[in-house]
């Protein structure tokens, strides 16, 4: 099996990458403190410049390429905000990208990759359909192809959120993640227990079609159907022939929640009413599983937002429904 990325190399990439990407805040939160008995801080990657954490892996696997490939193109398949990453950093260093995307990825996220000058092929109606679509692309134009997660440059990248945390917050007892491919969730997870080792760090994903979470369960890479949610930017498989992510999240996480529809509307709802973010459901399961009592903590707790890029008039919907209770 692929050695797993290691904390020398997450440092690596955190310098590599620091001029391209944003420190973002680790905040306080008081409301969500009060209801965990213990200190909760939110890693506010919804701040970041494309409004994720793809943003990390993305600049630092597209950075490690030599010019040659990258004037060839770059090409990935995505859920909306890996794509929107590979179309920003591409740009920024000059180079043609292509976004491959199901018919499942909101249409505000499909016009930031648009807005970015990428081409965008839209194929079938699941993550997998669109990797299909990528693949064939890549052997049709001789592309280079950009991992969604399961990478060792992406998974070095996401893990520099991690050094963050563990610098601005050096006893952090409890990490909550959003975990879905396991790009994310890996790469915090190496680089919080290599500077802190009794740190505890938990992946939190939907009920509808978690597939890591599913993998984990089977104790081998498994397919799950994927099914619209509010988490959208959870959805999609983690591949049969995972190379990376599926062991390190094995061997890194400490315990994996899972969330229903309404808990997660009720952390988008609680972002915006009262912590003041911008938070789409993928980002917000953290805030959730909190608000449902579903993590316990004996030291301060970190939530990781991983990003913010929801349809407005989805997410006016989710803030008002919830104001008048309609969405109870």
Not at 47 to 66: C, E, P, V, Y
Not at 289 to 294: E, G, H, M, T, V
């Amino acid at each position: 099996m692929t050695r797993p990325v290691t904390l020398h190399e997450i440092e690596v990439a955190q310098k590599q990458i620091s001029a391209h990407v944003l420190r973002t805040p680790l905040r306080a939160s008081l409301a969500l403190s009060e209801r965990a008995g213990v200190a909760v801080y939110l890693k506010l990657e919804n701040h970041q410049r494309t409004g994720s954490f793809k943003l990390r892996g993305a600049t630092n696997a597209i950075l490690r390429l030599d010019q040659g490939r990258r004037s060839r193109g770059l090409i990935t398949a995505s859920t909306g905000n890996h794509g929107r990453a590979v179309a920003y950093a591409a740009k920024a260093l000059g180079a043609r990208a292509m976004i491959c995307m199901s018919t499942l990825v909101p249409a505000n996220k499909v016009e930031a990759i648009r807005h970015l000058g990428a081409e965008i092929h839209t194929a079938g109606r699941s993550q997998d359909d669109a990797m299909l679509e990528a693949e064939h692309l890549v052997r049709q134009k001789g592309m280079y192809f950009v991992p969604p997660f399961d990478d060792a440059a992406v998974i070095a990248g996401q893990g520099t959120l991690g050094l963050e945390i563990a610098s601005d917050l050096p006893e952090t007892a409890v990490v909550l993640v959003p975990l879905s491919g396991g790009g994310l969730a890996s790469g915090v997870a190496a680089a919080i227990k290599g500077r802190r080792s009794s740190a505890r760090i938990v992946g939190v994903s939907m009920e509808r079609g978690a597939a890591m979470a599913a993998s984990l369960a089977a104790g081998v890479p498994t397919n799950v159907q994927e099914v619209e949610t509010l988490a959208d930017s959870l959805g999609g498989g983690i591949g049969l022939d995972n190379r990376l992510t599926f062991q390190m999240c094995r061997d890194l996480l400490d315990d994996v929640i899972l969330l229903g529809e309404e808990e997660i509307a009720a952390g988008i709802h609680h972002a915006a009413r009262i912590e003041g973010e911008t938070v789409e459901g993928a980002g917000a399961v953290g805030i959730a599983a909190l608000l449902a009592r579903k993590v316990k903590a004996d030291g301060p707790l970190v939530v990781v937002v991983s990003g913010g890029n929801i349809d407005p008039v989805a997410h006016r919907a989710i803030v008002d429904g919830y104001q008048s209770g309609e969405a109870r």
